[in-house]
């Protein structure tokens, strides 16, 4: 084999497996897991069946691996959308924002979500991903508001952890019942609602605005 043949082989290889993890995302998200078949994930891909097993061990390698991947490529996301100058509020409403881009350009976000619920009886594997992912974003949300109360944006007499803890679950509870009742449930508006809420509990009392308790009283929300 050429040094021009070993550089270029694995580029190609590694280009195949993203193709067929990202045929494999829209598949289950379409069709459930129990739906999916290696054979559709390879027709929709464009590829032979072997080539999808050159690959992955069986389905439900080739699904915890699409949902490994695409998880990361939204972390990344995240990141990118956070402004490194803005404040913390700010900084969450970013966040806040794009995980409500990713919830309403495709299905596949409604399928991790759910995913995660289910994985929490049925597949230790991809419920300990699931954990750490959460982990993750948690302890990122958690160093936004740590370093706003370090710079005198926030208030200091409340946990960054249970603060991130909070954040991740309002974004999750409003897409759940957003994917369950999208008629009644306005996903764009209850994450503005839970931005405003984020800031009345986190400002300092002194910068709270006008109908948000300041001063010794005890903030119930």
Known sequence: MSAEQSTRGPG???????????????CF????????????????AGVTKGAVYYHFRDKEDLLFAAVKDRIGSFEKRVLAAVGPSTDAIEKLRQVIDTCFFHTTV?????????????????????SAEFRNILRRMRTFLGRVVREGQQRGELRTDVSPEAAAAAIMGGIIGAEVQHYQDREEVDLRQVLDTLVEQLSAWLMPRSSAPAGVAAGGGKRTW
């Open 29 to 44: 998200a379409r069709l459930g897991y129990q739906g999916t078949s290696i054979d559709r994930v390879a027709r929709d």
């Open 12 to 26: 190609r290889s590694e280009l195949s497996r993203k193709q067929l993890m990202n045929s494999a995302i829209d």
């Open 106 to 126: 495709s299905n596949h976000r409604r399928f991790i979500i759910t995913l995660m619920i289910e994985a929490l009886d049925t597949n230790p594997r991809l």
